[in-house]
């Protein structure tokens, strides 16, 4: 059977042969992997393209210096499995348990051998159709009313073989070098050909162009053998750490900053790299000088002839010339192979390296094209993780349950459950779920009430940024009102500039919530779903619109958030209070009394106890809720009938009584112990 | 209360006026002067004077002649005359002719002297009053020296007439006129008794009593009957004055409990025109007997404060709260009546007793909720029963060594180890799973050496993956895996006992195959098969014959559906005939034992549909007159009928248990529930009888609740004993609308118990300058937003936010020096909810 959807099938178009197929997806990287994973989980046609003859190889070749930075990390002291994916950043999804990269490596920053290596397993394990040696050079479109989306996709590869999709993915990555045209930008060597070997380097005076995780990783391999090394570029540096993004400088790759600010030579440096000017003197040495200097002159003239900017003023920062300038300024998208039809068009701004798509992955320009992986990032750039393996598996995930509902009407997965449990569902999501956890803010879980709200459903993972189209994109309803649970870090916590140290950084009281700092998470309640316009206009720096209510779990030290006073109990107030309803848990005891004397019965007594699933509670228990003043003891402690009917023990009829009214004993108790 | 004032004490001086029969004289020169021939021809009978005798020369008795005088208009009034005699000169008579006859006056009745007194005892008007009524109500005023005496004449009077009791420190005050002239009045209606002995006032219970003051007792002799106890006393709190020990006898003398039937506003009582509250006790008539008492209670408690009257509301159609208990209505004029709801007596009487005083407290609670209220509003203290109930628990450590730990690597490999095993799963940080996991390691506990039973758990919160393959997507939830079946789900209760028996029931296939007629009978008398010959079960047996495959197999699902919580046998051999002929039916059949009764129902079997089979077996193995307990409740519940509840303490007797039987058995059709509670094993039953009664009515005590409908409460008569016929006859008048409710069960929702934090408005209060509004369709009022809080303008809202921003100041997160002060100050705060 495989064999024969992998065939797929024939058909004659004009004079051209295309091998068709439901989804073609470009690119056997971890995104492309990940995809094919769910198509053949859902048993769809599919084919994977890839131009290499393994998966990953883009890992084959990159990082250059072989050292992943994505963390692997052993152990977590719990044994949840959903739990551990928030602390394994290269695993991607599958439900083969071998396939966890800690059974392939110890190392807490692996190797890129070892992704290639995990990466071919995943393929052949899983047993993913993936076309090697097969470079798509052209696509195109092809109008048909009868299409998913009134075309197809019309792919070449370079043996010319055509092949046609209804829905192209797109998981190219962005493997495209960046490069900066200046005079002299020939002396430049890019990161993709540097040398690796440290000893190459010895005694040499380096300047290296760029400030990402590239350019520091090229610094620290050769930190120690170098005079001096300096880093140019536009931007002022991004440490991870302040900015919560993993794509700015991490920690592991610093070390150049700690060489720097402890007065070791080495040093950082802001400009405008279209400015620069090399200019290579006799003795091989390189120059920097700026590109305006150079504008009127006659480069026959020579070296001497050329100002540099030392002529001028005599301290001049980069006066020292340098024997090699090395070029790390990452990758971009390869939007060569596109036909203009489908109207790839690159972001603007800061995120021109990626494809322009909308934040349900699709792409602006041509309805059935998904980008997905690294490509896709524009979404939550230098925001969250959707950049990365440990972000990307999850927004693949999103983008195949969409696909699933458009084209196969399976409508995204859900879960129906009573109300009862709407506190527990939440918790349980918040505490475990790694999808919300590392693509925070992008994607988030959905509960749909239902009406009365004595039920709910539960989507997980759905991409906020595509709220207002949650009814046609997931085949969901929402008409009576529905909870966002997402997680977030602190409004004005992050960024380049940030003190994350400050003292009293932390909120440790659940009344404050709202001003937590570090990932938290945070529910929104909407009465309705919110519009397009809504959306659009949401204040800036929100994932979402103005709710109806809002709450905020109080940050965790080791993000667990279970305590039950401070982290359940004021969830139930919240939703209680979004509900108009008591969301409490009686004993079977209460609900035999409430059954007696009110005409209407708490949720969990309702769905509990009167289905006969009461829960009974042990004796100890039953003692505890008493002396907690929270269950009333009706065993008569004393026969003496002589009393005056009336005043029998004050605190009789709690249960029953509206309102609050303080166990005057019991603050009397505490009162006297304080003393 | 001045208008009243006037009023009564008008009405007082008329009343005086009757009493002393008005001099014959008009009250022109009311001391008049005589010669003494004339003044003693002058003397009548019975008729009091007080008369002195003067010289025409004695000019050292002005300052007395000028208090007797002006004490002759008050003496007058009681009918005494005041004489001045002028003695001739040389006139040695008796009167005239002594020496000191100054330093005298003389008191006759008729022309007999009653009493002579030295002037310097009549030193001003009181004491002149008081001296001369003393004198002339002797017998009405008895004066005691010991406390002999006091008590003699207390025992005398007892069931006969009551005694007011007055001690003054000395004769002749004017406290002492005031007992007096009270004597005057009302001594031939009560035994004024008095005395100038502090130790009688001390022997009086009144002990830190300053002796230098009077004081006064009504004693109500006239109620008592127990000759060896005092007589209940009444101490007129207001100092000795006419007008307050009339007040206070007039007070004593109006009726302890007054019994209205009608409007509190149009009710006046003698209380209220002494300027005195009346407080209404608001009584129904199921609780008539007991409001009674309580008024009486109170009427007691409050005697001299206010008056009490007992109002049936039964009769009079108040438009208030039904739970209001007490009504309170002021003398003042146009004062509205406040209905109040009291849990006890003691609010009563404080209420009455210090008005002002309980408005301090109140005001008091309320800033006290308004601090609570700025602070936290007790939002952060647990009030979910079972939360609480498990996290008070936490410490203790859990007997969980017979209940085997499954992870995802032992989970398929433990299931094929023992033919049977149950696997709870649960998230150790859900309360409720919590709680059913102390019940299963009871479970395990009682089943401990039974084979082939093997418990586990599986912590979802450790191994999400199994609870998801298994399908577990609620905490708890209990399975059992048998070895090559599948899996059944416990639905029942979370209880020890009944898992446990689920447990044991489920090990039997259900339905059973049984397989010779010696089988099916050993199996509906509980003794096959022998592992649940020691567990008492109702056992049902489906007769069949091999033609009637279609009901078997309806039968066969039903019993799966049902497993665990039904014995369920089935018999198809082929003498299948004699078995039914047995028990008089015929197949398909439906046999049925009920554990304990000895015989053997026949029901026949029609129902073809799995769901109306596993109905009517449910039906079937309901009681007739159950004991509704909190585990079988529910049961009951489904069949969504009125409850007709016997409540009792302890064990019903023998003859009501006869009477409710026949009356079930006898029910057309499954109208009601009838049932009983043993209030001694349901002791939760206490707070329903006290939700519908307010008070416990006297046990036994029937009940009919329409809980599906209306929700109205209906007691039946407790002077009628419960037989089926009165019962019957009660249930036609109550269907008729003849019978007025108790009460009526609340209709009211389940609201959330307390707000949630509004952070939502804490950071619009934060950051003003945020859009947070333009997002926002015009159409949506901000004010329709549920977490609002009511009445809260901006203004205040800023409050909370500053304080909030403040003490983040001092709340430090991370810092565990903080964390030690966070704790202690939540230690201080260590207060729990009380309310649910």
Redesign the interface.
Known sequence: LGLALYAGSLCAVGDATFLYHDYCVLGAGPAGLQAAYFLQQAGRDYVVFERSHAPGSFFALYPRHRKLISINKQYTGKSNSEFNLRHDWNSLLSHDRRLLFRRYSRDFFPAADTMVRYLEDFASLLELRVQYNTAIVHVTLERDGQAWNGHYFLLTDQDRKNYKCSSLLVATGTWVPNVVNFPGSEYVEGYETVSINPEDFAGQTVLILGRGNSAFETAENILGVTNFIHMVSRSRVRLSWATHYVGDLRAINNGLLDTYQLKSLDGLLEGDLEDLAIVKDRKGKLHITLRFYLENRNFSAGIDSITLPQDELDNFATRAPYDRVIRCLGWKFDFSIYNRSLNLMPGKGNIKKYPQIKPSYESKGTRGLFVLGTASHSVDFRKSAGGFIHGFRYTTRAVHRLLENRHHGVPWPSTVSPITQLTNSIIKRVNEASGLYQMFSVLADIILLRENATAFEYLEEYPVGILAELEIQTGRKAPNGLFVIIMEYGRNFSGADKDVFYYNRAVGEAQHAWQSNFLHPVIYYYKHLPTEREMRLRPPEWPLPRPDAIHHIVEDFLTEWTAPNAHILPLRRFLENCLGTDLRSFFAESCFLFAFTRQKLPAFCQQGYVRMQGLLGSEGLRRHAVQAGLLQDYTPTDSSGDRPPDSHDRSQDQLLRDHVIPVRPLQHLVNAKDE | MPAHEDGWVSSFVFLLFCASSLPAWGRAGLLQEQSPQHYFRSLEAGRASLAFFTHPVSPGAQPFLEQIESSAEVLQDYGISVVKVHCPKQDVSRYCGKENVLRKAYLFRGNLLIREFPTDALFDVNSIVSNVLFALLFNEVKYVQTLADLQNTENVLKGRSNMVFAYVPATGTAEHRAVMEAAFVYGTTHQFVLTTEAALLKATGNDDADVSSAWLLFCHCQRATDPAQPCRRTALGQPLTLLNIHRHLKLMGAPLVTEVAEDPEKVSTVHLQLGLPLVFILSQKDTYE?DR??AE?VAWQLLGKAGVALLSRDFVDLNVLHRSNVALKTPEEGAPIQYLV?????EVITLVEDKSKVKQIQEEEEEEEDEDEKE?N???I????????????KK?ELPLEQILVL??ETFHSSLSEASRTVVLFY?S????SL??L??YS?VADHLKGTPGVLLSRVN??????ICTQENV???PTIKIYGKGEQSVTY??????E?LTSFILLSRVSCPLRLATMDEAEGYLRGEFPSELSSYHHTSLLGVFSSATSKVSKAFEEAGNILSGHVRMGMYFEDDAMALSHKYSVSPPALLLARSGARSVEGISLSKQSVQDMVQMIRYELLDIFPEIT??N???Y??LTRP?LILFSDGAISQMESKEMLKLAKGRPQQTFVACWLNLKK???????L???F???PSLPVLVW?N?HAG?QVFKFPSEQSITEVNILSWLERLQAGLEIPSST????????????????Q??EAAVPE????????PGDNPAQ???QSPGGDPAIREEPSQE?AA???V?????LR??AL?LAARE?Q???????
């Open positions: 007991a008492r309580t209670f009291l849990e006890d007596t003691d936290n007790n939002q952060d647990q009030d979910d029963q079972v939360v609480e109930a498990v996290s008070r628990d203790r992870t995802e998230a940080w859900e309360a409720v709680a059913v102390r019940s009871e979802c919160w450790d191994w999400p993956g997507t609620q905490f639905d029942g209760m979370w209880g020890t009944e909190v585990q409740l529910p049961q519940l489904q409850f349901t002791p939760v039953g206490y707070g329903i006290r939700t519908y307010a008070t416990v609740v809980l929700g069960l609340s209709e009211e929702d389940w609201k959330p118990p307390l707000p949630a934090y509004d952070f939502l804490m950071m945020l859009p947070l509004h333009s997002s926002h369709s937003h549920p977490l909030t003490k983040k100041v709340s430090p997160g991370r810092d903080g964390t966070r201080k260590g207060k729990r909810h009380s309310e649910l």
